[in-house]
Nanobody
Framework: VQLVESGGGLVQAGGSLRLSCHAS??????????YAWFRQAPGKEREGVSS????????FYADFVAGRFTISSDIAERTVYLQMNSLKIEDMAAYYC?????????????????????WGQGTPVTVSS
């Protein structure tokens, strides 16, 4: 499975960005997976931002983005999106897409990087004041 992120860039605080994660691969069934967005700022650990299971439609959000970010998917396009509104300086980081097939105990581990089998290369998000 290959994951390719796009949509990062420079935005002013209070602005919006939409990140995209396109998935591809031989024999790969897009909606048999759970997908997540993680972020990592310089000098900090990678942290879970949001996740969606296309197996049952369940979504999760980290407390620090609840109400500002929305995760969604387009099965036909094999793409997962992260709509980010009301961006803050502290949201500035590299954002990574991750995927895991038919996850067990998804609700317990969605925010753990080690739970996911596939990763994209990341897309940078810069927020200016």
């Amino acid at each position: 499975v290959q994951l390719v992120e796009s949509g990062g860039g420079l935005v002013q605080a209070g602005g919006s960005l939409r990140l995209s994660c396109h998935a591809s691969g031989s024999g790969f069934t897009f909606d048999d997976y759970a997908y997540a967005w993680f972020r990592q700022a310089p000098g900090k650990e990678r942290e879970g931002v949001s996740s969606i299971s296309l197996v049952d439609g369940v979504t999760f959000y980290a407390d620090f983005v609840a109400g500002r970010f929305t995760i969604s998917s387009d099965i036909a396009e094999r793409t997962v999106y992260l709509q980010m509104n009301s961006l803050k300086i502290e949201d500035m980081a590299a954002y990574y897409c991750a995927a895991v097939p038919r996850p067990a105990e998804y609700g317990r581990f969605w925010f753990e990087p080690g739970f996911y089998d596939y990763w994209g290369q990341g897309t940078p998000v810069t927020v200016s004041s």
